[in-house]
């Protein structure tokens, strides 16, 4: 096929995309489709300029020189951006329109998210027929048109340019030629053809961002995109951790029932600072994501959202942890109110797809006054109920089902976990002499700043390992 009618081609399956049809709206398909038309615009004023006895040929030929280079420069902009936001290794415009395809959003991959055997017929055709259409579009040959490009610009005088153009033509090429079959579309069949191993991937990680990212971000009732993906989280793994064995495997233990479709507890974590609370949920969720669990963080102001939040979950069919970190408010009132309900009480119900996790350094949320407590200190306050009110305090704590209790450690436990973590990163040979002297100085540094806990340790370690052997302490 020539190369004016693979444009007309790509052209029309570009035009004709619905079910995708927001991939159209995407920076590198529009400014695709905007220079495949550019390139039929300048070739055609070219031929008619022959015949053209008004208009001077090289004026022409500069003018479509100008128009193409600034399509092919808006185009490959889009195409170095969009390679920063795929999969690492993903270098050629074949992968890119099969990642865009993969992790697009739209009612079809929603369908198959949920249901994919009971998918509407009409649909099951529509979408095959743009897949075909996105697999066309995705071979379309770009060395070819870059190769017309410097033609062009080489016609109008533009020497040096027409050769930067060609080199990123060959680059194209080479690009295309050298990585193999992407991710569920490989090449050479028709898209159409890989329907049942999508199905299978969206069914297991979900549609749209689901399917990409494993951790998001609440981003408010007022967002377009509410469930902010976090495209960097925290790396941590349950094999990265050391010592509250009993407490992780009580956490593990919950989000398995929640995997495996079973009643899950909402989980309490809470206990002294830096003993690792967050960091369980964190890495629980990391050494699950392949099987399906998502975590979503929710800040406490955002609290008032709750019900969009169960509402928007609800409609997927992945189990979510919603995660509340360092939880503690300053009345019985508002954000309060809004969990409380949520865990217990309210008329509407938790989805069964989510579980809540919340860490705090305090069991009775709820800042406290003496004048809260029964006693003469209640009546100067002027609450005649301050038993009541009391409970009303403790009642939030009360209803997540399960609680961990997290204490800080012992000097033998935190001189284990540090020496663990210290291992782990290679710091440690092993010697006895330079054993003792990494406990005498993990010793000494909880001593001189944050208490015995895991999080010291981590920041002790954090210390040798960046010293580069120059091990000079503050106490030294």
Known sequence: MDLTKNIQRCLADLAALHVFAGLRSKPLMETFGALLETELSVSAGLNHAKNDTIKPEHSVHFDGALKFSTAWSAFTGSFIAAQTLVSAGCSSFYTLIAEMTLYDENVFTLALEKDPVFLPQFLRVAAAADLNRLGNIAVFDLSALGFRGAEILRSSGLGEASRRMEAEARAFWAADSEEGAPFIFPRGDSWETVMPKLAEHIRHSGAGNLGRYHSFIWSGNDSNIPLRPVPGPDPISLSDLSGYEDQRKMVLDNTLRLLNDKPANNLLLYGDRGTGKSATVKAVANDLKDRGLRLLELHRNDLGDLPRIMETLSRRPLPFIIFIDDLSFESAGGPFTDLKALLEGG??????????????????????????????????????????????????????????????????????????????????????????????????????????????????????????????????
């Open 347 to 476: 008329v509407e119900k938790q989805p069964p797809n989510t579980a809540v996790y919340a860490t705090s350094n305090r069991r009775h949320f709820i800042k406290e006054r003496h004048g809260d407590r029964p006693g003469p200190g209640a009546a100067e306050n002027g609450d005649v109920r301050s038993f009541d009110t009391m409970q009303e305090q403790l009642s939030l704590a009360d209803r997540f089902g399960l609680t961990v209790i997290y204490l800080s450690p012992n000097q033998d436990t935190y001189l284990s976990i540090a020496e663990f973590i210290a291992r782990k990163r290679g710091l440690l040979s092993g010697g006895a002499e330079e054993l003792q002297w990494f406990r005498k100085n993990a010793l000494h540094w909880e001593r001189w700043f944050n208490g015995r806990s895991p999080r010291t340790a981590v920041q002790y370690v954090d210390w040798l390992s960046g010293s580069g052997g120059d091990n000079r302490f503050p106490w030294d």
